[in-house]
């Protein structure tokens, strides 16, 4: 059994569920804890960045696909933790303040940096109302992207 292989027995089922090589490759970023990064060293649109484990994020993403699913919402696994690193770095507390939404007053929250209009507009129904809870932040987004892309995971960059 190869290094790689063993790794992939102790990853959650949907990595497990990949192919080898997206798993191999997803498992060498996930698998890391997020660390808490310094205000002044931060990307510039994240207002802090709190430890969060790569166990808690997936049960996050894993719970937003369950209601996804439930409500045919389509997107993946991998789609949304690109995104969610993208994003945000894995902060569900993340503020983008220097765009232009938020020179607009509406800067963009969570995970999936999403603005409370569109939050508002394509909430999913069984999630909270609470654009920083991270389950309704992801399938928020993700119906978001369906409507406007056809599924999260056309989204390579930001929406």
């Not at 997936?58 to 690109?82: E, F, N, T």
């Amino acid at each position: 059994m190869s290094a790689s292989t063993s790794a992939l027995t102790c990853l959650p089922a949907r990595l497990r569920a990949m192919s080898a090589a997206g798993a191999v490759a997803i498992v060498a970023t996930a698998a890391l804890t997020l660390t808490a990064t310094p205000h002044a060293t931060a990307a510039p649109h994240l207002v802090s960045t709190p430890q969060v484990s790569a166990r808690v994020l997936d049960q996050w993403i894993g719970r937003a696909l369950d209601v996804m699913k439930a409500k045919h919402i389509p997107g993946s696994y991998a789609a949304i933790l690109r995104n969610i690193r993208r994003e945000s770095g894995g902060n569900p507390r993340a503020v983008n303040n220097w765009d232009s939404n938020a020179r607009a007053g509406t800067p963009s929250k969570g995970l999936l940096q999403v603005i409370d209009p569109t939050f508002r507009r394509f909430h999913v129904a069984g999630t909270a109302w609470d654009i920083f809870d991270p389950v309704a932040n992801i399938a928020a987004a993700c119906n978001y992207a369906a409507h406007t892309y056809g599924s999260i995971d056309n989204v390579h960059s930001g929406y």
